[in-house]
């Protein structure tokens, strides 16, 4: 079943036209990639389907509704949660509050519940608590719960942005490059890791420069080039793909 | 539970004050305590906006003054001569007016404390609510401009407007009965009991906002002012809880302001000044920004001081100052000073955030 369905998308910054006619569906439960050199338009497609950005036009249908134009908040609280290339997560905050914000969209307790902390806004705030270090822990940072997030080492924010975002449970999943700025081993590891998210039942977009990575773990990869599809096939064909090849080697070796 | 155990001492504190100043015949310290209360409530309000939401408003004084001056005008202004009229004979039957008779034994019909508090302070919340859209959108200095501005318009509004005083403001304005016997007067045999409504109001107030900043809100609040774009996909309606949070802050301003208006007996045109507005921003970054602790004893320690005529006729200058002086030497405010290492950066030539 799709789960995604982008159609006829179009998005220009003054003359420049980031986003062309792109269209593509995502199965649930696979994990599909979006690759393609530096200023193809990868970033602004997801901003985008999040809803970040307005779109020109097209259409993007999540869960068999049309979400364009939809304020993000709305989005997520559907069922799509993002992380970003460059971690975006709250500052001064620990690592388990910023799970726990993940949790928003899980939870209710409005402005007059939280002044008045009833018993049943206390209960909910130790299910998100509890709920949230599950998360850390599966991620295999609890240790790191009551650490200022801003202080931790570059991939331990990362995995607490990835555990923000799957603390909402969502159905699909957008990773803005996982990999930017982690060494090999790291790599590797979010390699299984994204693995693992798509084995809990969750369907993941992401959008990655690492070949290594995206050939390991993607079932299937849009390649866009200069915001335009130029192909949509699996890893392996993919990597014959003539005119692939040519965007990212060059014409002589084609 | 942990965190009530401050104002567990603070409840303490309060009654050790009291008895002090009865042993010591100085009470008519209680006066200025009472008032330096009343303030404090808008400013731990404001600190929950700008510390915590992470939104600046230099306009409270206004609404402040739309609370104070709506339950002034509403309790003072003689409506004897339409009792007759069908809309005064429906708000007689629901019971907003109250019949009295002034120093000189005239009749006085006019609405109920209760009734013009509920009034005042629903107005200022409508208010807050209708410029809140718009304004809120704005970030930085061009919201700081945009509250501003609002500021001044309250302020000439209630300066140009006869049916509230113009430059004399409103005077005479009776007290608030809360409870039979609980009366928020300035009246002299009534300045202990005083003392403790004020602070009463701000210790319920003071729980309800640690309640929230503890709370999923207050969670989504510290997301939105550290970074907006990622709360909102996170699934924070964020011009939501900015709006809410606005409005919430000024009712408690409006709640001050009504509250002090009857305990003083009367407001005029300065409370609703930029620099009253200016004084508040400063207190909240005097105490730490994210610091309702702070905000609460930087405010009522420098507002008492104030009231007392201890910065003189410099009291606007006193306030300016100190908002300089924490921008440049202790943004995260006075309680989280390290003055020997800002000092050491500030001369080695570096730049700073």
Redesign the interface.
Known sequence: MTILEITGLNKSFGGLQAVQDVGFGVEEHRIKAVIGPNGAGKTTLFNLISGTLPLDSGSVVFRGEEIQGMEPYRIAGRGLARTYQNIKLFPGMTALENVMVGRHTRSRAGFVAGMLNLPGTRGEEKRIREKSLEFLELLEIGHLADIEAGSLAFGQQRAVEFARALAAEPAMLLLDEPAAGLNMNETAEVGRLISKIRDLGITVLLVEHDMSLVMDISDEIVVLSFGQKIAEDLPAAIQQNREVIRIYLGDENA | MKQFLPLAGLAVLLVCVQLLTQWTGTTYYLTQLTMSAYYSVVIIGLCLLMGYAGQISLGHAGFFAIGGYMSAMLTTRNLITFQDQDWMVLLDKIGFLAARQDLYGEAILSFQPWAAAIIAVGLAGVIAFIIGIPVLKLKGHYLAMATLGFGIIVFRVFLASEIFGEADGISEVPGFTLLPGVTVTGSFGARVSNYYIAWTLVVVAMV??I??IN??????L??I???E???????????GYKL?TFV?SAVMAAVAGVFLTHYNGGIGPSEAGVMKSVRYVALVAVGGM?NIWGALSMGVILNFLSLRGFFGSYDDAVFGAILIVIMLFAPEGLLRLNLVAKFKKMFSGGSRK
Not at chain 2, 229 to 239: K, P, R, S, V, W
């Open positions: 309800m906002l309640n929230l709370s999923r809100v207050g969670r989504a510290r997301a002012h550290g970074a774009e990622a709360a909102n996909a996170t699934g924070i309606d964020t011009a809410k919430l994210a």
